[in-house]
């Protein structure tokens, strides 16, 4: 999506004013919901982590903008919204659409694995996909902060 076809969250999400503190924000939610697993996902992402120190900064710096445009339909549908207070209007409505909404940052991980060639990677995404909605939804608190924090 060009820079003239972005939806509104994504003119504001991923301005170059905005997306550095988004993508450290994203990083930081990423580690602290690792640090709630157990001990073998927390040590297997500390091993990656050092193994490629880069590698979360450059996931997220590819996946945060299709992110985002997954979102674009939450935050249409959030903005429609009267509710009480405009405020926290787009992090209430991504709360109360839990299920859909990690259906939808799901659907983004879905295609890029699709497209990946390496037969280890799609091997251990599908192991994981299982049970991913279930994390994706538990994380939902600091998903819908990080991404209201930034958005009117």
Known sequence: MSATQQGPLARQLLDASVFPQLLEDSKALVASEVEKKNMALRTGFNMVRKAKPNLIDSAMRTLLPEFVEALEPFYADAQ????????????DHLMAHQTEVA??????????????DNRVVKSGYQRLRGRAQREVVTAMPGIAGVMSKYAD
Do not use: I, K
């Open 103 to 116: 259906d939808a940052l799901l659907a983004v991980s879905d295609r890029r694995v699709a497209d990946v």
């Open 80 to 91: 429609a919204d009267t509710g009480p207070d405009p405020e926290t209007r787009f992090r």
